[in-house]
């Protein structure tokens, strides 16, 4: 017959042995929740962090403005040239926001920059074609208004292609965006893009075609850009200027300040005499003759050579005293 201290130790370890084992299972429950609320907490982070996308946010918010028919751009149309009714512009305007994107999307390959700097210009020629848009002539808006959008897309490429603009007038602008288009054709059609093939092909001289190959083969130097990755010597040091710098030219100016202070100090020191002389003789552009001199005050040409001797030396003495490195100066 088993002993009843026996069977409660026994009933002891088995409800102790079910306890850690629950006691386990509850422990991994909590660990397997935490690493759930830890990647979900992971997830939506990342998601947070995804990169904003002006252009999808652009793009997904012009396309809830629905086309328009022909009627429609007709009326509008008319509303806007009769009345200047801005309602209307804005619907006409908004309808064709579309449209700049196209035509921006067709100059991206040139550009290949930031989209949106295309779209924003060619907004600004969409703004354009609305004021300017004739509802009487039979011309579809969109067609009328894609003029104005690639204008002003053009002309903003044109100005920002290069610090130096390389094209001014509206032949160098046309002739900057067919230039490339030109090359290629011909190099599709098997053919070299020599610049008299290019001039018959696009009605300009070949030394049009000649000087805006250059401009576009040439990229843009700083002239602060060191040579090479490990010199301190500078492009720009390398050109010569005939133009003092302003440094150089601020030094001049206080230099010459101060010579003036100086002269004007040294002629208080001088007789009346000798004043005629320092200004008719040493200070002057055009000095009077000794004789002339010497006929005033009724003195000898050798006397008059002996006194401008003398005030010369006492100017210099003067100077040598009054400004600090004086002889860097002479």
Known sequence: MANPKDKASKKQEKDKAVAETLEGVLEETEAQQKQAKHKAETVERDKSLVEYDPLQRYLAEINQYRLLTREEEVELGKRIREDGDK???YTLATANLRLVVKIALEFQRVWMQNLLDLIQEGNIGLMHAVQKFDPYKNVKFSYYASFWIKAYILKFIMDNWRLVKIGTTQGQRKLFFKLKKEKQNLIDQGFVPQPKLLSDRLGVSEQEITEMDQ???GWDLSLDEPLKDDSDTERGE???SNVDSVESQMAKKEVEGLLQQKVAEFRRQLSERE???FDNRIFTDTPQTLQDIGDRYNISRERVRQLEKNIIKKMR???????????LYE
């Open 87 to 89: 309602e209307a512009a």
């Open 215 to 217: 401009r576009l083969d």
């Open 238 to 240: 390398f050109f010569s």
């Open 275 to 277: 004043v005629e002389i």
């Open 317 to 327: 003495v003067f100077f040598e005293k009054e400004i600090p490195d004086f002889a």
